[in-house]
């Protein structure tokens, strides 16, 4: 058989064992709690690769090896951030946010939580965290699609067009109908073909190259002839640049589709096995990723060739250091990154039309109609998205950074105040979301500011002032209520902290 053949054998393996897997989840689920939020049943184990997954997309398995390629270890400084502010997220935010979700009225999305956490009753703040949710993703889903068309156009030779129909077509199945646990459930098995393909391309390749002693002249050799250092990690670097990419990290803080698998663990107790397993993860896959670069500069280097496009590198070394299967294989855990980014994508955005927009307007559901709005709220959002994605040139992979920058900025320090402090009130949330957000996207639509320094600084700094000026400014009049607001945040700590649950039993979110 050819190599195409072998490779095509292990792609149609994997696209059917996600099918399977999305129907396992769809006999799971059983309304619109189990849908949405998968009945905050997940073990740490399910939610720390579950978020890795959904975080890192083809980023990690294209991008930054082929950053590394390019530029050598300057570019690892993204990477570091992302794993430091991945850290804090699991140790900040997941057990807090996994108590308060529950004990606010059982919130099973960020906007409705916003909004219990602040007995917002105008609807306002809700109403516009679900727009910035639903506008955001929809690009973001759509820029997945994208990138699923370009990597059959690239790897297999087909059209664009077939290509993004297939990753639409498989990825809204098992999340049209197997909700967020069949989102989740495939998550974990993307999360570990990630892991095993960016452990195995850069294990064989050092083999390859002679080991770390032939690595190190492989570029050194390359050094010469480029009149670069590919082993350094300031050469060419700036420290404007540096901080711009350590920053990458405090937009985890605000990312909907990674802080809802803190929401759905078991209990806030399964934080600290989750924060260890995903952070592991992490280490792993980026120094994976990192040196699958490094090997790539020797490899190329002592052959002779270059590459014409450094992203591919990681594609190209499975292909020469592997049997076809085993290729085919790889090539799924690329497809498996950009998959799993865009099924989580499409059932926050699900959760966000639904549950934030459609059932503040008064209309209630029963738990099959809950469920059946999901799945239209999903098939909406593909539509849309897929539309924006029938441009294979479109910009809208550009504005991947940005909606990070945007999410981070908008909501991640109204997530750490809600958390951690009493004061903050509806005002002073709803001032902040919309200043931070105008802030990092006029920053980032400034090219002189947006070069200078990554828009989530300056747009997570003002959001995080002006939340606290204007709480402080208009505090909780309500006496009874700030009292409500300050028993519920102290249970809502002490469970998080390892005391026991709240007794009382919050009414359902409306």
């Known amino acids: 058989m050819s190599d195409q053949t072998w490779q095509t054998i292990a792609i149609v393996a994997y696209m059917l064992?996600?099918?399977?897997?999305?129907?396992?989840?769809?006999?799971?689920?059983?309304d619109m709690d189990d849908y949405m939020l998968g009945g905050r049943r997940l073990s740490p184990a399910q939610a720390a690769l579950s978020a890795g997954a959904s975080d890192m997309s083809g980023w990690l398995l294209?991008?930054?090896p082929g950053a590394v390629y390019a530029t050598g270890l300057a570019s690892a400084w993204l990477a570091i951030g992302l794993t430091v502010g991945a850290w804090f997220n699991w140790k900040l935010v997941a057990p807090r946010l996994r108590a308060y979700t529950e004990v606010a009225k059982n919130s099973i999305t960020i906007?409705?939580?916003?909004?219990?956490r602040l007995r917002d009753g105008s609807r306002a703040l809700r109403v516009a965290a679900g727009v910035?949710?639903?506008?955001?993703?929809?690009?973001?889903?759509s820029s997945g699609m994208v990138a699923g068309g370009k990597f059959f156009e690239s790897s297999f030779g087909s059209?664009?067009?077939?290509?993004?129909?297939?990753?639409?077509?498989?990825?809204?199945?098992y999340t049209l109908f197997g909700g967020f646990l069949g989102a989740t459930w495939t998550d974990v098995a993307q999360?570990?073909?990630?892991?095993?393909?960016?452990?195995?391309?850069?294990?064989?390749?050092?083999t390859k190259v002679g080991g770390f002693g032939g690595m190190v002249d492989g570029i050194h050799q390359a050094d010469l002839a480029n009149g670069t250092n590919g082993l350094s990690f300031f050469a060419g670097a700036t420290f404007a640049g540096v901080v711009s990419s350590l920053a990458w990290g405090l937009g985890y803080f605000g990312q909907p589709h990674i802080i809802v698998r803190f929401m759905a663990m078991r209990a806030p107790s399964d934080a600290k096995v989750g924060r260890r397993v995903g952070i592991s993860w992490m280490i792993v896959t980026a120094v994976g990723a990192v040196m699958t670069g490094l090997v790539g500069i020797a490899y190329f280097q002592q052959t002779g060739t270059t590459l014409d496009d450094p992203e591919t590198v990681f594609l190209e070394l499975s292909q020469i250091l592997f049997h076809p299967l085993v290729a085919g294989l790889v090539l799924a855990a690329v497809l498996a990154a950009i998959m799993s980014t865009i099924s989580s994508q499409l059932i926050v955005s699900s959760s966000a039309l639904v549950e934030d927009l459609y059932m503040i307007v008064g209309k209630r559901a029963t738990p099959k109609k809950g469920i059946v709005l999901g799945r239209l709220g999903v098939l909406a959002v593909t539509v849309v998205a897929g539309v924006i994605a029938l441009d294979p040139d479109s910009s809208v992979l550009d504005l991947v950074g940005f909606a990070w920058a945007g999410f981070g900025a908008a909501f991640g320090p109204l997530i750490l105040l809600s958390l951690y402090w009493k004061s903050l009130t509806r005002w002073g949330a709803l001032a902040g979301?919309?200043?931070?957000?105008v802030v990092a996207f006029v920053w980032g639509k400034v090219p002189a500011l947006h070069d200078a320094l990554y828009e989530i600084v300056p747009g997570f700094l003002v959001c995080l002032v002006v939340a606290v000026v204007v709480s402080r400014a208009r505090p909780e009049r309500d006496v009874a209520v700030a009292e409500e607001i300050s028993a519920e945040f102290d249970g809502a700590r002490t469970w998080a902290n390892g005391g026991d649950r709240p007794t009382h039993e919050a009414p359902a979110v409306a």
Do not use: D, K, Q
Not at 111 to 116: A, G, H, R, T, V
Not at 191 to 206: E, Q
Not at 433 to 437: F, L, Q, R, T, W
């Open 159 to 173: 059209s664009y067009w077939v290509g993004m129909l297939l990753v639409i077509g498989v990825t809204l199945a």
């Open 111 to 116: 906007p409705s939580f916003f909004e219990n």
């Open 17 to 30: 064992a996600m099918l399977a897997i999305g129907w396992t989840a769809y006999r799971s689920t059983s």
């Open 191 to 206: 999360g570990l073909l990630m892991l095993a393909a960016l452990v195995a391309v850069p294990v064989i390749g050092l």
């Open 433 to 437: 979301m919309i200043s931070g957000g």
């Open 62 to 64: 294209l991008g930054l």
């Open 132 to 141: 910035i949710v639903l506008v955001f993703f929809t690009f973001y889903v």
